[in-house]
C-alpha cells in the first residue's frame, strides 16, 4: 500500500509541475495582435504624419496608423530613440497632430526569472533520488552496505536436523559448531579452537542449504545468510564495504552464524583474468580474506559457505585458520534415499503399496532435490486422475519424467520409424540383457519422451562407487547394439545412434587416456584437463606428442571395434528374439522389465503378451473409473456433512444456499441473523 502511495504521489508532483510550467508560460494575458515592421518603415510612417498615437518604452516603439492598424518596432539604442524624438516626434506633438505616450520598463523579479531554472533543477533531483533508492535498496547511497538477510527465529526453528536425512556424518560435524555456540566454556578449558569456517562441498540439489539451515535451527542464534554474487557490483569498493558491513553487523549480534552460498563467484583464484589483481572481484576477495582471519578477532563468529566448485577457489581462502574445515555433501546412497523418501512424504497420502526401500533401489543417483521434485510430480499425477492416495504408478511415471521428460503421444510418426525405434531398443534390451555382468532391464519404450525416439531403462543392482574395464566395455557393447540391430534387421542405419555412438566414444577415449585401460600404452594418464579457464592457466596444452596421440586413437578405435563385433555375435545369436520384443514393442509400445524378461525367455509370446497387456489395462481403467467416483463421492459426503453443521448454527427458514457455502462461521459469533438471499451476513 506505501509503494502505491509512493508511486501516485510521484506521478501527481510531476503533473503538477507540467501544469504549473503551462500555467507559467502561457497564463499571462495575450497582448493586442500588432505588426512588427523594420525602424526604417516605422520613421517612415512618422515622417509622413501617419502615425496617430506613438507609445515608446525603453526601445520599443509603438504606433497606431491613420488607417487604424497598429505597429511597432525596436530601435537599435536610446540615442536612435532621442533622434526621433528631437526631429519627428516633438514637433508633431507641438503641432497636434500626434498623441504621445510611455509606459515605465517592465522589470521582472529576479526569482521569477530563476523559476524556470529552480523547477528544471528540481526536477532532475527528483528523477536522480528516485534512481538512487532504486539502485540502493530503498535508501539513497547506500551501495557499501551488506545484503545478508538476518534470518527470523521462527523461521530457523521450523528447520532441525531431524529434518536432514541421509546425512549422518555431516550432521555430526556440524554438531560440534552447535555444541560449541551452546556449551563455548568446555572447549575453552581444553584449549580447543571451534572451526572458524566450514566449506559445504557437493553437487547441486544435494542439500548443502538445507543443512546450513538446520544448524541454526538447532543453534539458536542469529542467522546471516548472503549470496556470494551479492559482494560484487560495477562499483569499484563496493563488495569490499559490503563485506566490512557485515562483519560489523555479526560482531554486534555475536555469537552468530554467516553463510555464504555460491562462495565461488567471489572466491575465485586471484590473478585470474584479463584485469589482473585489481578488479574490483579480487579486492572483494582479499577484505574476505582479511575479515577471516587478520589481525582482527572475531570471537563467537563462524563461518559456513556452500559451492559445487571447490576447484576454482583461491588457495588462501581453503588454508586452516580461514575455512578449517571441508564437508563433503554427496549423492546419498540407498539407504540415504530411503531416508529422504520419508521426510518428502510425511504429508502426501501415499497408497499401502508404495514402499520407500523399492523406490530408493529405483532412483539411483538422485539427489535429495530430484526427490522431493519426482513426489511432487506424483501427486500432480494423481491430481490429474482425481485420485485421493499417490499410488507407484503415478511414481514410477514420476521418475521416468524427470529422467527423460514427459511423454509426446501426440507425435505423429511414420510406421518405418516406428519399427526402427523399435528394433533399435530392442537391440539394445537384447544385448545388455546377454551380457554377464549387465544390470537387468527395468523399461523399454519406443514413445518419444524429450528429445528421445524412445529408450531402454537399466537400474542397477546395488550401489557401484567404483567402474571395472568389464564393466566400461560392456557399456560400449549395450551402447552400439541399437545400431547393431538397424543394420542386421532393417539392412540400413539411422542418424538416431548418434548419441550412443558419442558416449561410447567417449568412455573409449577415458579407459585409454584417463584410467590406464590400455594394454598398448599402459597406465599412464594422457587427459587434458577438463576447463579451459581454471584460475591461472587461460587454455590447456596436450601433455603428449603427436606419436601418443595417434596411439590413443588406435586404441579407441580398436575398442569400439571389438564392441560393435560382439554385438554383432550377440544380436546374430538372438535374432528370433530380438524380433519378438520389436513386434511386442510395436504393439504395446512400453515393455517393463518382467514382460521383457517372459518374451527373453520365451514363457509368453508376443501375442500372449499383448492379450494380457490389454486385459490389465481394461482391469486399470476399470479401477481408476471406480476410485474417481468413489473420490467425487466422498467429496460430496464431505461437503454436504459442512452444510448440515452449518445449518444447524442458523435458523432454517433464514439460511440461504449462498450463506450455507460461505466460509465457516467463527467461534466468536453465537448471536447472528441472516438478511434476505443474496444480501450480506451481520452480527
Known amino acids: 500500500m506505501n509503494k502505491l502511495a509512493k508511486n501516485i504521489g510521484v506521478y501527481f508532483l510531476i503533473f503538477a509541475i507540467v501544469i504549473f510550467m503551462a500555467w507559467f508560460y502561457q497564463g499571462a494575458p ?27 518604452t ?3 516603439l509603438t504606433g497606431e496608423l491613420s488607417n487604424g492598424d497598429t505597429v511597432y518596432a525596436y530601435a537599435s539604442s536610446l540615442v536612435d530613440i532621442s533622434f526621433l524624438n528631437d526631429k519627428y516626434v516633438f514637433p508633431q506633438i507641438e503641432e497636434g497632430k500626434l498623441k504621445y505616450s510611455s509606459d515605465e520598463p517592465v522589470v521582472t523579479p529576479w526569482y521569477v526569472s530563476m523559476l524556470p531554472t529552480l523547477l528544471l533543477i528540481g526536477v532532475i533531483i527528483v528523477f536522480w533520488v528516485m534512481i538512487m533508492r532504486q539502485q540502493g535498496g530503498g535508501k539513497v547511497m547506500q551501495f557499501g552496505k551488506s545484503r545478508a538477510r538476518l534470518a527470523r527465529d521462527s523461521d530457523l526453528r521450523r528447520v532441525s536436523f531431524k529434518d536432514v536425512a541421509g546425512l549422518d556424518e555431516e ?59 551479492d559482494f560484487v557490483e560495477m562499483f569499484v569498493g563496493v563488495g569490499a564495504s559490503r563485506v566490512r558491513d557485515l562483519f560489523d553487523q555479526a560482531k554486534k549480534n555475536s555469537p552468530c552464524i554467516i553463510f555464504i552460498d555460491e562462495i565461488d563467484a567471489v572466491g575465485r583464484k586471484r590473478g585470474a583474468g584479463l584485469g589482473g589483481g585489481h578488479d574490483e572481484r579480487e579486492q572483494t576477495l582479499n577484505q574476505l580474506l582479511v575479515e577471516m582471519d587478520g589481525f582482527g578477532e572475531n570471537q563467537g563468529i563462524i563461518i559456513l559457505a556452500a559451492t559445487n566448485r571447490p576447484d576454482i577457489l583461491d588457495n588462501a581462502l581453503l588454508r586452516p585458520g580461514r575455512f ?67 499410488r507407484m ?46 544390470d537387468p532391464i527395468h523399461q523399454i519404450t519406443i514413445i518419444p519422451r524429450g528429445m528421445a525416439g524412445g529408450f531402454t531403462m537399466i537400474l542397477p543392482k546395488e550401489e557401484r562407487y567404483f567402474n571395472t574395464k568389464t564393466n566400461m566395455k560392456e557399456s560400449i ?34 579407459m585409454v587416456t584417463k584410467y590406464g585401460f590400455s594394454d598398448k600404452l599402459g597406465p599412464v594418464n594422457y587427459s587434458s584437463a577438463e576447463e579451459v579457464f581454471l ?51 510395436l504393439e504395446i509400445e512400453t515393455l517393463d522389465g518382467a514382460q521383457f524378461e517372459a518374451l527373453y525367455n520365451g514363457t509368453m509370446t508376443p501375442k500372449q503378451l499383448i492379450k494380457d497387456v490389454e486385459e490389465k489395462q481394461a482391469a486399470r481403467r476399470e479401477k481408476e473409473k471406480n476410485e474417481a467416483i468413489e473420490a467425487d463421492r466422498l467429496r460430496i459426503e464431505s461437503e454436504a456433512e459442512r452444510l448440515k453443521r452449518e445449518r444447524e448454527r442458523c435458523p432454517d427458514d433464514k439460511c440461504t444456499e449462498k450463506t450455507l457455502r460461505s466460509k465457516p462461521l467463527s467461534k466468536k459469533f453465537k448471536k447472528k441473523r441472516f438478511r434476505s438471499k443474496g444480501r450480506r451476513l451481520r452480527s
Request: glycine residues 6%.
Open 30 to 56: 495575450k497582448e493586442q495582435e500588432i505588426k512588427e515592421i523594420p525602424l526604417s518603415e516605422f520613421v517612415h510612417y512618422l515622417a509622413n504624419e501617419k502615425v496617430k498615437e506613438l507609445n515608446i
Open 58 to 60: 525603453d526601445t520599443k
Open 477 to 510: 557393447v549395450h551402447l552400439l547394439g541399437g545400431r547393431v540391430a538397424e543394420k542386421l534387421v532393417l539392412k540400413d542405419i539411422s542418424t538416431g545412434a548418434s548419441h550412443d555412438i558419442m558416449r561410447a566414444t567417449e568412455i573409449a577415449r577415458d
Open 324 to 390: 578449517d574445515r571441508q564437508v563433503v555433501i554427496g549423492v546419498p546412497d540407498i539407504k540415504g534415499r530411503e531416508e529422504v523418501f520419508r521426510v518428502h512424504a510425511r504429508n502426501k497420502p501415499l497408497d499401502p503399496g508404495v514402499d520407500p526401500v523399492v523406490l530408493a533401489r529405483r532412483t539411483p543417483g538422485f539427489t535429495p532435490a530430484d526427490i522431493e521434485n519426482l513426489l511432487n510430480e506424483a501427486a500432480l499425477i494423481t491430481a490429474r486422475r482425481n485420485g485421493l492416495r499417490i
Open 535 to 585: 584460475g591461472k592457466d587461460f587454455s590447456t596444452r596436450k601433455n603428449y606428442s603427436e606419436e601418443i596421440a595417434s596411439e590413443i586413437d588406435q586404441e579407441i578405435q580398436k575398442i569400439i571395434d571389438e564392441a560393435y563385433k560382439t554385438a554383432e555375435e550377440i544380436l546374430t545369436k538372438h535374432m528370433k528374439k530380438l524380433k519378438s520384443v520389436a513386434k511386442a514393442l
Open 393 to 438: 504408478d503415478e511414481i514410477e511415471e514420476a521418475i521416468t519424467k524427470v529422467i527423460a521428460g514427459p511423454e509426446k503421444k501426440s507425435r505423429v510418426i511414420s510406421d518405418a520409424e516406428r519399427t526402427l525405434t523399435a528394433y533399435h531398443e530392442a537391440g539394445h534390451a537384447i544385448v545388455a540383457h546377454s551380457l554377464p555382468n549387465s
Open 171 to 229: 550432521k555430526q560435524e556440524l554438531m560440534e559448531v552447535v555444541d560449541f555456540l551452546k556449551y563455548p566454556k568446555k572447549y575453552r578449558e581444553l584449549g580447543a579452537r571451534i572451526p572458524k569456517g566450514i566449506l559445504l562441498v557437493g553437487p547441486p540439489g544435494t542439500g548443502k542449504t538445507y543443512i546450513s539451515k538446520a544448524t541454526a535451527g538447532e543453534a539458536g542464534v542469529p542467522f546471516f545468510t548472503i549470496s556470494g554474487s
